[in-house]
């Protein structure tokens, strides 16, 4: 027997198989189509970010179809193999509250009220995902394996598309006032994150320092117009350096950085950031970071913090200590009216206030507040967990990847918290895929360890939870 592929027979262990309702070659190629359409869509949402997302015709975009046609393969057979972790207990929770405060809204405000509503419904993801991995674990060595390939795509392109989007060198789509290639900043700094992260965990091949020095040239470039970017990154290596303290890459990189920066302040280069307002300097990346902490002598970063500031303060207010405290405004409104933000920043194109869990709590009230909470803690515990665990037993490239995805959750979550993000496809379907992987690996690591192709003893006959 395959010991690879071996684990699937482990995990299908459970009283569902009589039921032989279908042929198993059949399914089987239905994942898979799946689950290559899903790769080909976060590679889109990566590498052309919203205008990707409005490839199709309203109301089914590009997302909304793989959403769909994932649904009905996992209702098909996906299905059996996640509703009995309990790990997937607290998202159904956080679903069942979340339709409970939309709902209400929907006669009022429509297809807003959906549309609000994704920040949460995204996470159906994470259960298609683990639908997927779950029922043949030998794929999720088929998506490190492409995943692999991602980095090195993603590290090469995304400096021409985020240079031809920034300069608006694209028409926009005939259906949509959006270009067809539309990169936010701070998404690409997400996704170096996690480039960067997969090649400095061990998870990949160790690269060259041609492409090393071309992802931390963009890091350095991109960083000075988002902080949020830039602080989700710091992040990421930080976790990175936590879990490899003694990797000589990441010193060196310390080191040349800190150089790097030193050079560039004695020389005094300035360089414009493509449709951008600020620029590239050892001044203005130091003070992208250094205004998230204090106040900044730079007017613009300061007054969106300050902004930011007071509005979330008086989201907490409204719900701990005020009438919207159990559920919220709901989905469909929009905050930046009910709120009285709107037109301070963005020209009246402002919804939600630039964080995603207070986002959460403005619209869903403390429950559904701690029902968003409460799944990422879980998953954040898991995978610490883990990634000691496997630590502890020598099996490096399990803990790899558990250091892979820690980083990369981080840098979404970071992100999440200085702007919309998680509220649409291009962030949401991204972040909710992780998530998924991240709880399948957690069981596959459990049971079938041998995915990896790193054997040692497990249980033999799992339990159902």
């Known amino acids: 027997m395959n010991l690879r592929y071996a684990g699937k027979q482990t995990l299908s262990d459970l009283p569902f198989d009589d039921e032989a309702t279908e042929s198993p070659r059949s399914t089987g190629l239905l994942q898979q189509g799946w689950l290559d359409a899903l790769c080909v869509l976060l590679l889109g949402y ?17 997302g909304e179809l793989v959403l769909l046609t994932g649904t009905y393969v996992f209702l098909r057979v996906g299905w ?8 997937v207990w607290p998202l159904l929770g956080l679903a069942a509250w979340g339709t409970l405060t939309t709902l209400p809204h929907v006669s009022t405000y429509g297809i807003d009220s959906i549309r609000d509503a994704m920040i ?49 060198l694209v028409p926009n789509w005939p259906w949509a006032n959006v270009a067809m290639i ?67 890459l990441l010193w060196v990189l310390i080191v040349t950085g800190v150089c790097g920066l030193l050079l560039l302040a004695v020389i005094d280069i300035r360089l414009a950031v493509p449709g951008k307002d600020r620029e590239f300097s050892t001044e203005q990346l130091i003070e992208s970071l250094a205004s998230v902490f204090e106040s900044s002598s730079d007017e613009g970063l300061d007054s969106t913090k300050q902004w930011r500031i007071n509005w979330w303060t008086d989201i907490v207010n409204y719900t701990w200590n005020g009438p919207y405290f159990w559920q919220g405004k709901g989905f469909g409104i929009n905050l930046a009216d009910a709120d009285g933000y709107q037109g301070t920043e963005w020209e009246g194109l402002l919804r939600s206030p630039h964080n995603g869990h207070l986002t959460m709590l403005a619209r869903a009230g403390i429950p559904g ?31 790899s990847l558990f250091v892979f995805l820690l980083a990369y959750w981080a840098a979404f979550i970071t992100r999440a918290t200085f702007d919309v993000y998680l509220e649409g496809p291009v962030g949401g379907i991204w972040f909710w895929t992780i998530y998924g992987v991240g709880l399948s690996a957690t069981v596959i690591y459990r049971y079938c360890p041998q995915t990896l192709d790193e054997p040692r003893s497990h249980d033999e006959n799992p339990p159902r939870s």
Request: glycine fraction near 10%; proline fraction near 3%; charge should be positive.
């Open 46 to 62: 990566a590498l052309f970010g919203k205008g990707f997302a409005y490839l199709g015709a309203s109301p089914l975009f590009v």
């Open 80 to 87: 059996k193999y996640v509703i009995i972790r309990p790990t």
């Open 120 to 168: 949460w419904g995204y996470a159906i993801f994470a259960f298609l995902i683990m639908g997927v991995l779950l029922s043949e674990p030998g794929r999720l060595q088929l998506l490190i394996e492409r995943y692999s390939k991602f980095t090195k795509i993603f590290v090469l392109a995304i400096p021409c598309t985020y240079v031809v989007s920034q300069l608006e």
């Open 182 to 248: 539309d990169v936010k900043v701070g998404d690409v700094l997400v996704h170096l994150s996690g480039a960067f992260a997969f090649w400095a965990s061990g998870m990949g091949r160790r690269m060259g320092k041609g492409w090393i020095a071309l992802l931390m040239v963009s890091v350095a470039v991109m960083g000075a117009a988002s902080r949020g970017g830039l602080l989700a990154f710091i992040l990421a290596y930080g976790i990175c350096l936590m879990y490899r303290p003694f990797s000589r």
């Open 369 to 399: 507040f701690l029902l968003w909470i409460l799944p990422q803690l879980l998953w954040l515990a898991l995978i610490v967990r883990d990634s000691l665990r496997s630590f502890a037993r020598g099996e490096l490239k399990w803990n």
